[in-house]
Structure formats: C-alpha cells, structure tokens
C-alpha cells in the first residue's frame, strides 16, 4: 500500500480553503494508486483548524469516521489527520495525531522545539508519529540532531530535494531513522511524486490505525518512493501555485 506522509490541501499559509479543488486532490490520489493520504497542513495557517473540523468532525465529504481523525472517504481512499509545525530555529516537523490532540497544541509558530514538542505530545497521547521534514533546505537543518533523533519517529526524503537524496540516505544510516516519503503538495500537481510503501503482508490498508504504522516505522519495514519525474512535477506545480496565487 502507498501512503502519502505530507499533503498540503492549502496553496498558501493565509488561503481560505476550496473545497472542489481539495475534492479533486482525493480524485488524483487515487489515480496515482494512493491508499493513505495524510493531512499535514502548516498547524499556523489562517484556516487550519477549519480544514481539520470540516473533515475529520463535520464529516464534508460524507466519507465513513473510523474513528479521531481517520476517515474512508467514498472512493476508498482513507484521510488520516496530521500537521506541519515550524519550530523554534525554523525547522519543520510532521505530526501524525488525531485532531483533539492537534487542537491543544500552541499554534505560533516557532513555539516549540523539537525537545518541548515531544515533552507535550508525551502528556497528551503517546499515539503519534513524529518525522522530521526537508531537512537539506535551506534553514530547516535541525540542530544536534544526532542526539535528539530519539525524538522523531523517521526522516522525511523529500521528492524536491531528491536530488541530496545521497545526504538524507547518510543521516539515516547516522541516526538509525528510518525513511518515509510524501508528496508536500501545496497543489494537486505534486500530489504522488512521493509516497511511503508498506508491503500489505504486514499492514493491511483497509484497517490503518496510526499505532501500527508507528511500529511499521520504527522497526523500518516502510520504503520511500519517488517518481522519476519528480522534479519536473515539483516545478510544474511551483509555476501553478503562483498563477494560481497572482
């Protein structure tokens, strides 16, 4: 099964959400071959909490709850809740969580770091996935990451920085953190060039529950799966955001 661990459903920060576009993205996934998309919206954009009460609490898209922040959507496809944090120093990290976890945290940017994030997360719910995101870019560096990879869950190989894929591949020999991938798409261009497989001999899709996948992560039975033309959709959809936003 293929699961895309980034998806972004807001081109911009201060957007207010369109919902036929974001339908369309749950018709793209499912042309790309995607079982899991996860929601990881920037947790200090405008509409955030907005996107996250629609889908997961209002139920939107009329897909079936499976349960806090799961939902099989009518073409299958499954929507699991998460989110992007930028933290203190301008890292970025993933969280997979369920919504009533997300909605406790301080939504500023830069409040956290890694330490305090993972402190909080621990007194919430221990039921939740950290991974650390693009952290080649440009000012997303995460320091002493050598000693603090006790905190995160997995590394982020990220399809727009494919080309350090040699970098990313000796952190994660260096910290013992596994790889998972995902699209980080801002627009439904990008969606797919980037994706997290799990062999169903170990994971069966129809049940995902974010406890197993952690498990699946920490004992790296996951793979990274990049599109050959990754790069090509990366800047196709870099030109579309700022048409789109012009």
């Known amino acids: 099964m293929k699961i895309d661990t980034h998806t972004h459903f807001l081109p911009k920060k201060n957007s207010a959400p369109d919902w036929k576009i974001i339908q369309f993205y749950f018709q793209v996934a499912r042309h790309h071959d995607l079982n899991v998309i996860c929601f990881t919206e920037h947790l200090d954009a405008d509409f ?14 009329s897909g079936e709850i499976l349960n806090d922040g799961l939902i099989r959507l009518p073409n299958s496809l499954l929507l699991s809740s998460g989110t992007e944090i930028s933290l203190a120093g301008g890292a970025d990290v993933g969280l997979h ?10 939504k500023t940017k830069g409040f956290y770091t890694l330490d305090f994030l993972a402190e ?17 870019r440009t000012g997303k560096w995460i320091d002493n990451i050598d000693k603090k990879s006790a905190l995160i869950d997995a590394i982020e190989l990220p399809p727009k920085d494919i080309t350090q894929e040699s970098k990313y591949r000796e952190l ?16 439904w261009l990008q969606l797919g060039v980037g994706a997290t497989y799990v062999d169903e001999l170990n994971f069966d899709g129809n049940n995902f529950n974010l406890k197993e996948f952690k498990q699946l992560i920490n004992r790296k039975m996951v793979e990274p799966v990049v599109s050959s033309d990754a790069l090509s959709q990366v800047e196709l959809s870099t030109l579309y955001r700022m048409e789109f936003l012009a």
């Open 48 to 61: 955030y909490e907005n996107v996250l009460n629609s889908i997961f609490e209002e139920n939107c898209f």
């Open 97 to 106: 969580a369920k919504p009533s976890v997300i909605k406790k945290l301080n």
């Open 120 to 136: 909080e997360l621990e007194t919430l719910d221990s039921n939740y996935i950290l991974v650390a995101h693009h952290l080649f």
């Open 172 to 187: 994660s020999l260096e910290t013992g953190k596994p790889f998972v991938a995902g699209s980080d798409s801002h627009t």
